[in-house]
């Protein structure tokens, strides 16, 4: 019907036009904040990683907008980071290289069509490399541990140009993996001198992943956005890499602009393929040859027959067993393993931590003189023929276990929280109050709780075998011990998710 067809057309033109001004706004927008800001439009795409000397007109809208995340939410982070310290800000240095190549792959994806999954990973090489630095800038040894788990833990969010059709609760579900850091960093600084820093730093980070997730959903709702009519990846690179060649010098945070020059030819005769048997004959022989008998149907034509006494098991002194020399040459090889580096036992005080490494069966340690400005740091100690016991005699400001296994701890009362972490077979009994108790990746453990520390938070996360045994409310009787749940269970109810423990009931 021609009303019919009229009608479509004019819904057609509608959203093009729509379309068309949304993009306009989302620049008019970016332009604004970069003229009240003093900054210029080539300038600051440079400095953010673009790399190109194309002005904001040139570029589409989805990489303007993210330039808004690393020109605002993203400085903002990394100067809240560099104001606490060295470790925070040597991090937040690997986060903007996550940023900028990223960046770098929105542009392309911007002007090029969709190439192969092969293609597209090998795009995001740069990006994982970036993300991997960000997460290997852990460093359970540092007074900002907490702190650098929040960000290392969340950084795999950045995965989501590879996700399809819903990127945006990848985000939200990988980004919260850092979260429960971020808790105790909070629960740790808020309401206390001089803590504020630090709660800043928490909240510009959750600040930045909102901004990139409302990104997402503004620009790539279903997936990174392509150009369906785009050129391809190569030559969408190429355009990249021209322009930034012609850029005017950019801060020196990236780097050269361009592409890394390709890798030059394989050594001479690497790539040669060599006959297995120095006397096979080639004439026409290979591949060729094998496919040319399969289409003659003349497939084993040219196999020898098998005759009865060429089997094994009618030749003398031929047996399927193993010659003892064969297995005795292999002996040496496996006995070539490097022996495991054991490192000397430390327990000594480093200006206001107590440092106590690969302690090794030692069941008298103690510290008798401590306060609570101090902090108790336990690193890989184990007990082998019966464990490795540590008593702190006074109230002390937090204490740490990591990667230790077979270890008992006797605490006073602790500041802050005692956090467990890598650990299994550990013993932790809290004689007067500790106000958080956090175990992350622990396999077995029992927590001993007094009177005085009944109103402990307990947080676990990947705990496998985690016991409180409380005191009973009868003297006389023997305390209580009670399991912490393992097993979950998920509902839909009114289109949400309700989780409660499994509740085993016997018969």
């Known amino acids: 019907c021609p009303k019919i067809h009229q009608a479509i057309m004019a819904d057609a033109k509608l959203d093009k036009m729509l379309s068309m001004l949304g993009e306009m706004n989302t620049r008019l927008v970016s332009l604004e904040k970069k003229v009240a800001s003093g900054s210029t439009g080539s300038g600051d795409a440079a400095a953010g990683g673009a790399g190109d000397s194309a002005s904001d007109a040139d570029l589409p809208s989805s990489v303007l907008a993210y330039d808004d995340i690393i020109q605002n939410e993203l400085a903002a982070f990394v100067a809240k980071a560099e104001a606490l310290g060295p470790d925070t800000a040597a991090q937040a240095g690997k986060l903007k290289e996550v940023f900028t190549t990223q960046r770098d792959m929105i542009l392309i994806a911007s002007k090029a069509k969709k190439p192969a999954d092969a293609e597209v990973m090998e795009l995001c090489k740069g990006t994982g490399e970036a993300m991997q630095a960000v997460e290997g800038a852990q460093n359970p040894r540092s007074d900002f541990r907490d702190h650098l788990a929040t960000v290392g833990n969340a950084v795999m969010a950045f995965q989501w140009v590879l996700i399809s059709p819903a990127p945006v609760p990848f985000i939200n579900e990988l980004a919260g993996a850092g979260q429960m850091y971020g808790n105790k960093v909070l629960m740790k600084y808020r309401n206390t001198d001089g803590g504020q820093p630090h709660v800043d730093f928490v909240k510009s980070f959750q600040e930045l992943i909102k901004a990139l997730e409302a990104y997402v959903k503004e620009n790539h709702r279903t997936g990174l956005t392509w150009k369906p009519n785009g050129v391809s ?275």
């Open 233 to 507: 990846v190569a030559e969408a690179k190429g355009s990249v890499s021209g322009a930034a060649a012609a850029a005017p010098a950019a801060p020196p945070a990236k780097g050269p602009g361009g592409p890394p020059p390709p890798p030059g030819p394989p050594p001479p005769g690497l790539l040669d393929v060599k006959p297995a048997d120095a006397n096979a004959k080639d004439s026409g022989a290979g591949m060729g040859a094998v496919f040319a008998a399969i289409n003659d149907g003349n497939v084993t034509g040219g196999l020898k027959k098998v005759t009865k006494d060429m089997k094994s098991k009618n030749q003398a002194g031929r047996t399927g067993a193993v010659p003892a020399s064969a297995s005795s040459s292999a002996a040496p090889k496996a006995a070539a393993a490097k022996p495991a580096v054991v490192k000397p036992p430390k327990f000594e005080l480093a200006g206001k931590k107590w440092v106590i490494e690969h302690q090794i069966d030692n069941m008298s340690m103690e510290i008798e003189e401590c306060d609570i400005k101090q902090t108790a740091y336990l690193y890989k100690c184990e007990g082998k023929k019966s464990r490795s016991v540590l008593q702190l005699k006074k109230k002390i400001n937090a204490v740490t276990l990591d990667s230790c296994s077979k270890t008992s701890v006797v605490v006073d009362s602790v500041v802050s929280s005692i956090d467990i972490v890598n650990s299994k077979s550990i013993e932790l009994q809290v004689l007067g109050k500790a106000p958080t108790l956090s175990l992350d990746n622990v396999n077995g453990c029992i927590l001993y709780l007094s009177k005085d520390s009944l109103d402990t938070t307990i947080v676990t996360s990947k705990c496998s075998e985690i016991n409180v045994v409380l005191p009973s409310e009868d003297e006389s009787k023997d305390p209580v011990e009670y399991p912490v749940p393992e097993q979950f269970v998920t509902t839909i109810q009114n289109g949400e998710l309700t989780t409660v423990s499994m509740n085993h009931v016997g018969a």
